[in-house]
């Protein structure tokens, strides 16, 4: 049965950090691109990051670039996302998934991707 089991959410006040994990199970997240997703109230789901089955390379929304850093652990078939200088604006709910596309432009489109994890809040505030 395939599963993504996503953790590691909470409150921080701006300027904190968090790891978020994505825990696979039922295929290998290898033989996948594995994303990164948000959902703030009111707003559509937002493509965060994603790591790309290829090779491994990793593209960022702008608005996280340079804060967020996503990885994936083979041997634990785990996908993370390291989150640091947290603002209010990153508030959400985030969802990892899986996609088999291959292009960039198809890896940012939540439509490429065929399963979801449940979702994990992130609340920054002070």
């Known amino acids: 049965e395939v599963q993504l089991q996503a953790s590691g959410g909470g409150l921080v006040r701006p300027g904190g950090s968090l790891r978020l994990s994505c825990a696979a199970s039922g295929f290998s997240i290898d033989s996948y691109t594995m994303g990164w997703f948000r959902q703030a109230p009111g707003k559509r789901r937002e493509w965060v990051s994603f790591?790309?089955?290829?090779?491994?390379?990793?593209d960022y929304v702008d608005s996280v670039k340079g804060r967020f850093t996503i990885s994936r652990d083979s041997a634990q078939n785990t996908v993370y996302l390291h989150m640091n200088s947290l603002k209010p604006e990153d508030t959400a709910v985030y969802y990892c998934?899986?996609?088999?596309?291959?292009?960039?432009?198809?890896?940012?489109?939540?439509?490429?991707?065929?399963?979801w994890g449940q979702g994990t809040q992130v609340t920054v505030s002070s």
């Open positions: 790591i790309h089955k290829r090779d491994g390379s990793t």
């Open positions: 998934a899986r996609t088999e596309a291959h292009y960039y432009s198809d890896c940012r489109r939540p439509s490429r991707y065929d399963f």
